[in-house]
């Protein structure tokens, strides 16, 4: 199993990007997806949830209307775009997939993360 994030980097307050997650090695379209991040210093908290169909989001107050989440089952890909960044966005951004087994056990995979950083 695989989860592998792409497209963090350095941005002006304003700014926009687009992060990525690709997972490979599970069934991904089985899977509510999510992406985390965490700051220096601070816990890890979760930003944004897609779930297996696509059919619903939610997202954390702090990046409702800014940040959009989504996902192409059929590329095994899930999308998070950023727009009017601000320096309190900067983290590390983890890409996560959950699902429950037919215990009804959590089970949960995790990327390496991809660094954001908003500064001018």
């Known amino acids: 199993v695989q989860l592998v994030e792409s497209g963090g980097g350095l941005v002006q307050p304003g700014g926009s990007l687009r992060l990525s997650c690709a997972g490979s090695g599970f069934t991904f379209s089985n899977y509510a997806m999510s992406w985390y991040r965490q700051a220096p210093g601070k816990e890890r908290e979760l930003v944004a949830t897609?779930?297996?169909?696509?059919?619903?989001?939610y997202y954390a107050d702090s990046v409702k209307g800014r940040f959009t989440i989504s996902r192409d089952n059929a590329k095994n890909t899930m999308y998070l775009q950023m727009n009017s960044l601000k320096p309190e966005d900067t983290a590390v951004y983890y890409c996560n997939a959950r699902t429950r087994d037919y215990t009804f056990r959590w089970i949960d995979y995790w990327g390496q993360g991809t660094q954001v950083t908003v500064s001018s």
């Open positions: 897609i779930t297996s169909a696509g059919v619903s989001t």
